[in-house]
């Protein structure tokens, strides 16, 4: 075995290369690519204004000076009336207007400017609002205009508050277009977390592209982020202070299904805005070329109204799309977005990293939802998703998604990008089924989504598809189904006892002298070794076990446990078991080869543990015992005690090396193994990258328990008078009457099976008493209806039992009260 130090693959050397070679030509190719700029544009309706460069004061640089582009559209009759100045969104041109502009020309002269650092007109030193405003101002002047209608877009309405605010004598009208405007309705609400957002934008847009051989397709740098500038320049906390003070009558016009600007803002703006009317439309956000008729009819319409000063403007709001009336999960579900609306940012930011902590995948369903429906701010929502995941990647993820190498880091955290594309898509897809359907659509809706994730997160990488394959074999085994679907048989019988007035607590009338409870949560495996002859029986099949008691002083109980194997014969030295008193299903069970790996156990068990010797094996099997019911109810009962009802040969997994692959791809390539690859990947966590020589064997575990990785097979052939009457000889060890052990299963080992057969050379590693199960039933080779019917007998063979015991009076059950109080006892009689 040795560590991974293979060169680069040649397959990942020519893909280095190739990307290295296109994204020379790309760097080489794109500054000599044609600027395709508006070229569907006619030439004629593009002008350029040059404007003296202004600086962070709105003062004119001496000696600077910039080109300003725009498009201007005359009316076809000479007209008096006031000019139109369309002020666009970012990122923009003043050619997005090249629809809303020829139809507002009719009557009157319409410009529409690319706001400096946007489109084609060249960037300044600052680009705020109020220095946007001031070259606005500086370019009506050179047009010869000094009043004029304004109508600002998205972020372009920005603009159009401070140009009201600046010189509002020449201002005849201002109009909010689907417009920002106060703090609080931006994004987060938070003037710091936007700003973090921008330098985000600007690095990102910036730089990440010119690693991607585009060919200039994403554009120049300059081109790229010019236009982030202008939210990086400006202060939306100066425009809330503003607002209210406007005395421009002004409209605001929304659109109810604005994706970027919430109708709520709108709203907002209007509150604080005594001078303005809002009109709520049942549109979305690009109103200039969605809805070009409708807004240049209320456009005009507001023009004409406030040609000349002095008219009173209309306050009203013209509810065009008012909300519907929702009902059901789609009323709770729009009650809780506006409940995590109301909290703080980083508030959601902090529930959103918890959230995706726990639960990554639904969690991403919960967040993408709720952030189509703009209750979570886009950026809050990337954000602590990221960190989320990143958290959940060092410490709360399954082996299997713990990721080692930084590409394979890279590649888990950045997998949030296509889960939020996959979420904004889905999550209006499960909005709108919601609205239709109710809870069908927000379950359904919800559901679909969180397949859509988990699919593209596996199927994108080899060994995701593995994995794939794994979850398809599970699905047709029933060797790996949740418990209680193999026992539902058992749990009818369960729940027809209780029906019936029979109860459960009467089934622990069985073992009477195995435990109080007949075995279902209070063995001590001590207690069951001493009972079955530990010390005083001379038994070599017996395993000797010491025990060591739970201690607030961790010396003490490293020098227990070093005292037993240094000076108790019985143990003949190092290796031996170490496991939990009471524990179930192999958890903490450990083969400890040195005195350190007994000294850190002892240091780590928070419980008492005992030492057992060590019995080499290599064979490990599971004898289910059933007492005979006549040697309890005949006194005159001569014949054996018991009988085997089931055997079962564990099969330790056992990896094989050839030269090439590491731990973890043989693991994730073997048919078997990648089906329990999670817990032998978190076994091997420190040589996951080693590679084993060729025939090389890795034992992948010790415990003969199924959820470690032991494979179970019928074992009815090994049933021999020999073996049965060896085991009833130990059965009959328990001090009751009628023999004090009934049913259980002994968890043995042997150097092999004919000795096994022979009743000799093997060791009791664990009996388990009515709480047992035949694990023959999880024989891959065997059907679940045959599974069913092993399972139904052995329960029978228990009832028939407790019956007898009650019967004779030589087994006294728990009471139903103590029963139902007991933790667990329930689930644990009917799902083991």
Same mark, same amino acid.
């Given at each position: 075995?040795?560590?991974?130090?293979?060169?680069?693959?040649?397959?990942?050397?020519?893909?280095?290369?190739?990307?290295?070679?296109?994204?020379?030509?790309?760097?080489?190719?794109?500054?000599?690519?044609?600027?395709?700029?508006?070229?569907?544009?006619?030439?004629?309706?593009?002008?350029?204004?040059?404007?003296?460069?202004?600086?962070?004061?709105?003062?004119? =640089?001496?000696?600077?000076?910039?080109?300003?582009?725009?498009?201007?559209?005359?009316?076809?009759?000479?007209?008096?009336?006031?000019?139109?100045?369309?002020?666009?969104?970012?990122?923009?041109?003043?050619?997005?207007?090249?629809?809303?502009?020829?139809?507002?020309?009719?009557?009157?002269?319409?410009?529409?400017?690319?706001?400096?650092?946007?489109?084609?007109?060249?960037?300044? *030193?600052?680009?705020?609002?109020?220095? $946007?405003?001031?070259?606005?101002?500086?370019?009506?002047?050179?047009?010869?205009?000094?009043?004029?209608?304004?109508?600002?877009?998205?972020?372009?309405?920005?603009?159009?508050?401070?140009?009201?605010?600046?010189?509002?004598?020449?201002?005849?009208?201002?109009?909010?277009?689907?417009?920002?405007?106060?703090?609080?309705?931006?994004?987060?609400?938070?003037?710091?977390?936007?700003?973090?957002?921008?330098?985000?934008?600007?690095?990102?847009?910036?730089?990440?592209?010119?690693?991607?051989?585009?060919?200039?397709?994403?554009?120049?740098?300059?081109? /790229?982020?010019?236009?982030?500038?202008?939210?990086?320049?400006?202060?939306?906390?100066?425009?809330?202070?503003?607002?209210?003070?406007?005395?421009?009558?002004?409209?605001?016009?929304?659109? /109810?299904?604005?994706?970027?600007?919430?109708? /709520?803002?709108?709203?907002?703006?209007?509150?604080?805005?005594?001078?303005?009317?809002?009109?709520?439309?049942?549109?979305?956000?690009?109103?200039?070329?969605?809805?070009?008729?409708?807004?240049?009819?209320?456009?005009?319409?507001?023009?004409?109204?406030?040609?000349? *000063?002095?008219?009173?403007?209309?306050?009203?709001?013209?509810?065009?799309?008012?909300?519907?009336?929702?009902?059901?999960?789609?009323?709770?579900?729009?009650?809780?977005?506006?409940?995590?609306?109301?909290?703080?940012?980083?508030?959601?930011?902090?529930?959103?990293?918890?959230? =995706?902590?726990?639960?990554?995948?639904?969690?991403?369903?919960?967040?993408? =939802?709720?952030?189509?429906?703009?209750?979570?701010?886009?950026?809050?929502?990337?954000?602590?998703?990221?960190?989320?995941?990143?958290?959940?990647?060092?410490?709360?993820?399954?082996?299997?998604?713990?990721?080692?190498?930084?590409?394979?880091?890279?590649?888990?955290?950045?997998?949030?990008?296509?889960?939020?594309?996959?979420?904004?898509?889905?999550?209006?897809?499960?909005?709108?089924?919601?609205?239709?359907?109710?809870?069908?659509?927000?379950?359904?809706?919800?559901?679909?989504?969180?397949?859509? =994730?988990?699919?593209?997160?596996?199927?994108?990488?080899?060994?995701? /598809?593995?994995?794939?394959?794994?979850?398809?074999?599970?699905?047709?085994?029933?060797?790996?189904?949740?418990?209680?679907?193999?026992?539902?048989?058992?749990?009818?019988?369960?729940?027809?006892?209780?029906?019936?007035?029979?109860?459960?607590?009467?089934?622990?009338?069985?073992?009477?002298?195995?435990?109080?409870?007949?075995?279902?949560?209070?063995?001590?495996?001590?207690?069951?070794?001493?009972?079955?002859?530990?010390? +005083?029986?001379?038994?070599?099949?017996?395993?000797?076990?010491?025990?060591?008691?739970?201690?607030?002083?961790?010396?003490?109980?490293?020098?227990?446990?070093?005292?037993?194997?240094?000076?108790?014969?019985?143990?003949?030295?190092?290796?031996?078991?170490?496991?939990?008193?009471?524990?179930?299903?192999?958890?903490?069970?450990?083969?400890?080869?040195?005195?350190?790996?007994?000294?850190?156990?002892?240091?780590?068990?928070?419980?008492?543990?005992?030492?057992?010797?060590?019995?080499?094996?290599?064979?490990?099997?599971?004898?289910?015992?059933?007492?005979?019911?006549?040697?309890?109810?005949?006194?005159?009962?001569?014949?054996?005690?018991?009988?085997?009802?089931?055997?079962?040969?564990?099969?330790?997994?056992?990896?094989?090396?050839?030269?090439? &692959?590491?731990?973890?791809?043989?693991?994730?390539?073997?048919?078997?193994?990648?089906?329990?690859?999670?817990?032998?990947?978190?076994?091997? +966590?420190?040589?996951?990258?080693?590679?084993?020589?060729?025939?090389?064997?890795?034992?992948?575990?010790?415990?003969?328990?199924?959820?470690?990785?032991?494979?179970?097979?019928?074992?009815?052939?090994?049933?021999?008078?020999?073996?049965?009457?060896?085991?009833?000889?130990?059965?009959?060890?328990?001090?009751?009457?009628?023999?004090?052990?009934?049913?259980?299963?002994?968890?043995?080992?042997?150097?092999?099976?004919?000795?096994?057969?022979?009743?000799?050379?093997?060791?009791?590693?664990?009996?388990?008493?009515?709480?047992?199960?035949?694990?023959?039933?999880?024989?891959?080779?065997?059907?679940?209806?045959?599974?069913?019917?092993?399972?139904?007998?052995?329960?029978? &063979?228990?009832?028939?039992?407790? $019956?007898?015991?009650?019967?004779?009076?030589?087994?006294?059950?728990?009471?139903?009260?103590?029963?139902?109080?007991?933790?667990?006892?329930?689930?644990?009689?009917?799902?083991?």
């Amino acid at each position: 075995m040795h560590k991974d130090r293979r060169p680069i693959r040649t397959g990942t050397r020519i893909g280095l290369g190739l990307y290295c070679v296109l994204l020379v030509v790309s760097y080489l190719y794109h500054p000599l690519a044609a600027d395709t700029s508006d070229l569907n544009e006619p030439a004629i309706n593009r002008r350029v204004a040059q404007l003296q460069t202004l600086d962070t004061q709105s003062h004119a =640089i001496e000696g600077r000076s910039l080109d300003l582009v725009y498009r201007g559209w005359e009316p076809d009759t000479q007209s008096t009336k006031l000019p139109v100045l369309l002020m666009h969104g970012a990122p923009g041109s003043g050619g997005n207007f090249n629809q809303l502009g020829p139809v507002l020309a009719s009557d009157r002269m319409i410009f529409a400017p690319d706001l400096v650092g946007f489109g084609e007109s060249d960037l300044g *030193p600052d680009i705020s609002y109020r220095v $946007q405003a001031n070259y606005m101002f500086a370019y009506l002047d050179q047009m010869g205009v000094d009043r004029v209608h304004l109508v600002g877009w998205s972020n372009g309405g920005g603009v159009a508050i401070r140009m009201a605010d600046l010189y509002p004598q020449r201002v005849a009208s201002m109009t909010m277009l689907a417009s920002v405007g106060a703090q609080e309705t931006e994004g987060s609400g938070s003037y710091f977390f936007e700003h973090v957002k921008y330098a985000v934008g600007l690095g990102g847009l910036g730089f990440v592209p010119d690693l991607i051989p585009h060919f200039g397709f994403l554009g120049t740098r300059e081109q /790229r982020i010019d236009w982030l500038w202008s939210f990086w320049d400006s202060d939306q906390r100066q425009l809330t202070k503003i607002m209210p003070q406007i005395t421009t009558p002004t409209l605001i016009l929304q659109g /109810r299904h604005d994706p970027l600007v919430a109708a /709520r803002a709108a709203e907002r703006h209007h509150e604080i805005m005594p001078t303005s009317r809002l009109v709520m439309l049942d549109a979305s956000h690009f109103l200039p070329f969605m809805q070009t008729q409708d807004t240049a009819g209320y456009l005009n319409a507001f023009f004409d109204r406030h040609e000349q *000063p002095g008219i009173a403007p209309q306050t009203d709001y013209l509810n065009l799309a008012p909300v519907p009336q929702r009902s059901g999960a789609n009323a709770a579900l729009h009650w809780v977005g506006d409940l995590i609306l109301s909290i703080p940012w980083w508030a959601q930011l902090i529930g959103i990293i918890l959230l =995706i902590r726990r639960l990554p995948h639904v969690g991403m369903v919960a967040v993408m =939802i709720l952030t189509v429906m703009m209750r979570i701010d886009f950026g809050v929502a990337i954000l602590g998703l990221l960190v989320g995941r990143t958290w959940w990647l060092i410490c709360g993820t399954s082996p299997l998604d713990r990721p080692f190498g930084i590409l394979r880091w890279i590649r888990g955290i950045a997998f949030v990008l296509p889960a939020v594309v996959m979420g904004l898509i889905a999550g209006g897809w499960t909005l709108a089924l919601t609205e239709q359907l109710g809870l069908i659509g927000l379950v359904g809706g919800s559901w679909l989504l969180l397949c859509a =994730i988990h699919a593209v997160r596996l199927v994108i990488t080899w060994s995701g /598809r593995q994995r794939i394959r794994a979850t398809i074999d599970r699905t047709f085994n029933h060797e790996y189904w949740p418990t209680v679907f193999v026992y539902i048989p058992v749990l009818c019988w369960g729940l027809m006892r209780v029906i019936s007035g029979k109860g459960l607590g009467k089934m622990t009338a069985v073992n009477p002298g195995y435990a109080d409870d007949a075995g279902v949560q209070d063995e001590s495996k001590m207690d069951l070794n001493i009972k079955l002859g530990d010390g +005083t029986a001379d038994d070599k099949s017996v395993l000797h076990c010491v025990l060591i008691e739970d201690d607030d002083n961790t010396q003490n109980r490293i020098n227990a446990a070093i005292n037993a194997i240094d000076n108790d014969d019985a143990f003949g030295g190092l290796p031996v078991i170490c496991k939990p008193d009471k524990g179930e299903k192999g958890r903490a069970v450990r083969l400890e080869m040195t005195k350190e790996g007994v000294i850190e156990y002892s240091q780590k068990s928070g419980e008492p543990f005992v030492i057992q010797k060590y019995h080499p094996g290599p064979l490990e099997l599971g004898v289910l015992w059933v007492r005979h019911v006549e040697s309890i109810t005949d006194p005159d009962y001569t014949g054996p005690s018991g009988f085997i009802y089931a055997i079962t040969i564990k099969h330790f997994p056992v990896l094989i090396g050839d030269g090439k &692959h590491s731990i973890r791809r043989l693991i994730l390539m073997h048919k078997r193994y990648r089906a329990q690859a999670a817990v032998f990947i978190e076994r091997f +966590t420190d040589r996951l990258d080693w590679i084993l020589d060729d025939g090389e064997e890795l034992p992948l575990g010790f415990a003969g328990n199924h959820a470690q990785g032991a494979m179970f097979t019928d074992g009815e052939h090994l049933i021999t008078p020999e073996l049965s009457e060896k085991l009833c000889l130990i059965a009959n060890r328990f001090n009751a009457p009628a023999g004090g052990f009934d049913i259980g299963r002994f968890d043995i080992r042997c150097e092999s099976l004919e000795q096994l057969r022979n009743g000799e050379g093997f060791g009791i590693v664990e009996l388990n008493g009515l709480t047992s199960e035949p694990t023959n039933i999880y024989d891959p080779d065997r059907s679940l209806f045959w599974a069913w019917g092993v399972l139904g007998g052995y329960w029978k &063979h228990a009832e028939r039992l407790a $019956q007898a015991r009650l019967d004779t009076k030589t087994g006294e059950p728990i009471d139903e009260k103590t029963w139902w109080r007991m933790k667990r006892a329930l689930v644990r009689v009917m799902i083991p």
